[in-house]
């Protein structure tokens, strides 16, 4: 699923050629081409097709911004109606927002395709797997559910403080968009493998130079994936069709079995939260829970 690099990046991509312009029509390609695009349609959209083409039609784009993993389009609707509204975008796990030359769909499970008041334009959103979404909310963030501070803009002495009240496990913390909005898998492995840190450790009972570095690490992972625009393990890319290229510099994230670049040591796996969970066993001691000790052997034992 595209976390806070990706999204970040598919924002920056949108921006140059979409802020400034008006949306003049919104094709619905799966609704037209068989019987059951319109189950898809009421699984991504908040409200029927038809609404929803309505409140698009002839906005023009203000802004675009991220907020956690989802996409933000300020939106304004001139003349005699005129009004804000706001295009939520959740990419979910494959979807995909992406500037093409032709209004004709050029991926299976195109849903939406955005013509613009800009000559040889139109940006299409395709999804196979369909756990994308698109909603028209009137207040941006104020209409989202409640999401933890970005992890790009907390300070470091409130992220001790959230921290050192829990008594979680790490990467669980670092999953849950209330803690913290933006991170997912992928980032929450490699910022926890630059740290040094074990995934299974207690959030409260890491010291404030083990916080300070964890701290310093997600902000390090963030900003070097942005710069290098993500990470394209299947499907991302971003606006104007370029894969990320951060997965070639991933220290544990999907690397089971290969070998550490500090130590050598083989990558490990495990689940925590549902999830894979890939950590270096020598390098990631840090607060890792102690195994029990053995008891001694009750009676009968042989």
């Given at each position: 699923m595209p976390e806070l690099p990706e999204v970040e990046t598919v924002v920056r991509s949108l921006r140059p050629l979409l802020v400034g312009r008006r949306i003049t029509a919104v094709a619905l390609p799966s609704l037209e081409s068989n019987g059951s695009g319109g189950r898809v349609l009421r699984r991504l959209l908040n409200e029927p097709a038809a609404a929803?083409?309505?409140?698009?039609?002839?906005?023009?784009?203000?802004?675009?911004?991220?907020?956690?993993?989802?996409?933000?389009?300020?939106?304004?609707?001139?003349?005699?109606h005129a009004a804000r509204t706001c295009l939520l975008v959740h990419l979910g796990m494959t979807g995909r927002l992406q500037f093409e030359a032709i209004a004709e769909?050029?991926?299976?499970?195109?849903?939406?395709?955005?013509?613009?008041d800009a000559p040889g334009c139109w940006l299409h959103f395709s999804d196979p797997r369909r756990f994308g979404k698109l909603r028209l909310i009137e207040d941006g963030v104020r209409d989202l559910p409640a999401l933890g501070p970005d992890p790009m803009e907390i300070s470091?002495?409130?992220f001790y403080a959230r921290l050192h009240s829990r008594r979680a496990m790490l990467k669980s913390l670092l999953l849950d968009q209330r803690f913290l909005r933006g991170l997912g898998n992928i980032y929450a492995d490699e910022s926890l493998s630059r740290a040094r840190l074990h995934p299974a450790a207690i959030g409260a009972a890491l010291s404030r130079g083990q916080v300070a570095r964890l701290f310093e690490s997600i902000r390090d992972t963030l900003a070097q994936a942005i710069v290098l625009g993500g990470s394209s393990i299947s499907s991302y890319v971003d606006a104007q069709?370029?894969?990320g290229w951060f997965q070639q510099v991933h220290q544990v994230y999907g690397r089971t079995g290969e070998k550490c670049f500090r130590c050598g040591s083989l990558i490990h796996r495990m689940i925590i939260a549902s999830r894979s969970t890939h950590y270096c066993p020598?390098?990631?001691?840090?607060?890792?829970?102690l195994a029990p000790k053995a008891g001694p052997?009750?009676?009968g034992a042989r």
């Open positions: 929803f083409q309505k409140g698009l039609c002839g906005a023009r784009v203000e802004e675009i911004r991220r907020h956690g993993k989802n996409i933000l389009i300020e939106l304004r609707r001139e003349g005699k769909p050029l991926r299976p499970h195109t849903h939406l395709i955005f013509s613009l470091r002495e409130d069709g370029r894969a020598r390098c990631q001691r840090a607060g890792r829970p052997p009750g009676k």
